[in-house]
Nanobody, 125 residues
Framework: QLQLVESGGALVQPGGSLRLSCATTGFVLDYYNFGWFRQAPGEERGGVSC????????NYIDSVKGRFTISRDKAKKTVYLEMHSLTPEDTGVYYC??????????????????WGQGTQVTVSS
């Protein structure tokens, strides 16, 4: 049973930090690319960051470069998204997604076969 479960979302003030976790079940992390997507109220879901299984490294959308870091812990079978200097524009439901390994990762949703339930991040003063 392949499963992704996000956690770590919270209400934080602008400038704050959060670490989101994506706990995986049934995945060998080396065989999959992982992505973090978010959906703000009234907006379409879009990619934030992704991590290739090998060769392609990590990608970020421009608005989060230098602030967010995607990583994985193979022993814990968990993918993380560390977020710093959060702004209200970062508010949304954050989803973890996985696709079978490719050399590079991207943000085309149709490429991702597995999705978590999402975790809410709210950045507000």
């Amino acid at each position: 049973q392949l499963q992704l479960v996000e956690s770590g979302g919270a209400l934080v003030q602008p400038g704050g930090s959060l670490r989101l976790s994506c706990a995986t079940t049934g995945f060998v992390l080396d065989y999959y690319n992982f992505g973090w997507f978010r959906q703000a109220p009234g907006e379409e879901r879009g990619g934030v960051s992704c991590l290739s299984s090998s060769g392609g490294g990590a990608n970020y959308i421009d608005s989060v470069k230098g602030r967010f870091t995607i990583s994985r812990d193979k022993a814990k079978k968990t993918v993380y998204l560390e977020m710093h200097s959060l702004t209200p524009e970062d508010t949304g439901v954050y989803y973890c997604a996985a696709k079978y390994s490719g050399l590079y990762c991207g943000f085309f949703e149709a490429e991702y076969d597995y999705w978590g339930q999402g975790t809410q991040v709210t950045v507000s003063s």
